[in-house]
């Protein structure tokens, strides 16, 4: 048994969060399990799913600076690093697997493990790499090497890791996030998840669940609102998450004048009971890696529209599973959305198809095996990326 620990800075509940969940309630009957999370305002709602699991996180100095340039990032760090330091000491731990949005909010953990003499040291990405010039390229080189292996969401990410930041491509594995499609055949059925989310029963509804961040492209769907209700008035769309752009998004639905026809249900851990009352998932990303709500829309069964960007087309096979479209392209978005609507047929064969693509390519089964096999090979092969499941 391992004494393995989870570092993560979250301040919502997305796709990392719920993949680093996953990690710890099936493993943890393998190893012992620490969790540490940086103190930021919004990392309640992580903290209460830990809770909910019986884990009680150490909650550690949150990173105080911005995370742009190269001296600012490093000396707001240090109090950060001598704090997870004496912390990741008297953890006694063997294995540290961090998981980052940010790179730069890493580099002072990231330090804190190696002065503690932690033999194993995983680096998971789970958001887009940015491209920094000059010095900042160099001190992401160096953060980089401190890791035992690095880990990408999806191939997309393993490429542009290798162009952005200069790792060598034999360091990264590929291991996709996994759903488990059976969980989906005990959620409730179309009309009471209607009704939990206060519609009517038959009510035409589109949604998207995730954080409602800047590069989740929720403001494109609003975008394409009046365009759907000019041929579709009835249609309602939940946007289900929390996240820093909820109120400049309800702002814009209402200069749209589209706010009627909005749902904003906030964060709910329970997203995944609330998928069939959805005709459609969208994703409208400006960048993504790899989004575990379109897994989850698939493994229910239901189909999806989303920006052809990043990792997306490795998981939505176009035309099969779903629609992809140009992203940024409203127009395009509306279109897509609107020929599904007016297609049930074809909605239940594009779900139906998602559903066993999650099955043969995304299952939790394949992530978690390929994540415990990392953790007894830290520095093994790069055999890794081909563990089934590992991607399209």
């Given at each position: 048994m391992l004494r393995v620990g989870y570092y993560l800075n979250s301040n919502a509940v997305g796709g990392l969060e719920r993949h680093v969940l996953t990690l710890i309630e099936r493993l943890r009957g393998v190893h012992h399990?620490?969790?540490?999370?940086?103190?930021?305002?919004?990392?309640?709602?992580?903290?209460?799913d830990l809770r909910a699991i019986d884990i009680a996180p150490r909650m550690m100095r949150a990173h105080a600076g911005s995370t742009r340039g190269v001296a600012r990032p490093l000396m707001a760090g240090l109090?950060?690093?001598?704090?997870?330091?004496s912390a990741f000491k008297t953890a006694r731990l063997d294995l540290v697997h961090f998981h980052?949005?940010?790179l730069g909010l890493m580099y002072a953990p990231a330090a804190a493990a190696c002065a503690a003499g932690i033999a194993s040291r995983i680096l998971t990405l789970h958001n887009p790499i940015l491209r920094h010039p000059g010095l900042r390229r160099g001190?992401?080189?160096?953060?980089?090497?401190?890791?035992?292996r690095i880990v990408t969401v999806s191939e997309y990410m393993k490429h542009e890791l290798v162009q952005k930041k200069g790792v060598?491509?034999?360091?990264?594995?590929?291991?996709?996030?996994?759903?488990?499609?059976?969980e989906f055949e005990a959620i409730p059925s179309r009309s009471q998840a209607l009704a939990e989310l206060g519609l009517q029963e038959n009510t035409m509804a589109v949604g998207l669940v995730g954080r409602l961040h800047h590069l989740k492209g929720a403001d494109y769907l609003i975008e394409a609102i009046p365009r759907v209700l000019a041929s579709k008035p009835d249609v309602k769309f939940v946007f289900i998450g929390a996240g820093p752009e909820e109120q400049s998004l309800k702002?814009?639905?209402?200069?749209?004048?589209?706010a009627d026809a909005v749902l904003f249900a906030g964060y709910r851990r329970d997203a995944r009971r609330l998928m069939p009352a959805f005709d459609i998932v969208v994703l409208p990303s400006r960048d993504e890696a790899q989004s575990i709500s379109l897994l989850e829309a698939m493994a229910c069964r239901r189909p999806v529209v989303a920006a052809n960007v990043g990792g997306v087309p490795e998981v939505v096979d176009d035309g099969i599973t779903g629609l992809l479209y140009p992203a940024g392209n409203?127009?395009?978005?509306?279109?897509?959305?609107?020929?599904?609507?007016?297609?049930?047929?074809?909605?239940?064969?594009?779900?139906?198809?998602?559903?066993?693509?999650?099955?043969?390519?995304?299952?939790?089964q394949s992530m978690l095996r390929a994540t415990a096999a990392l953790y007894e090979h830290p520095a093994g092969p790069a055999s890794l990326e081909t563990a089934p499941g590992a991607g399209a």
């Open positions: 399990v620490e969790v540490f999370c940086d103190d930021v305002p919004g990392a309640e709602h992580f903290r209460a109090p950060v690093a001598l704090e997870v330091w980052a949005g940010q001190i992401d080189a160096l953060a980089l090497r401190c890791f035992s060598a491509a034999d360091r990264i594995s590929v291991i996709p996030n996994g759903v488990e499609p059976r702002a814009l639905a209402e200069q749209r004048a589209v409203v127009q395009a978005l509306a279109e897509a959305v609107l020929a599904l609507l007016n297609d049930g047929g074809r909605r239940k064969a594009m779900g139906e198809a998602g559903r066993q693509r999650v099955a043969n390519r995304f299952s939790r």
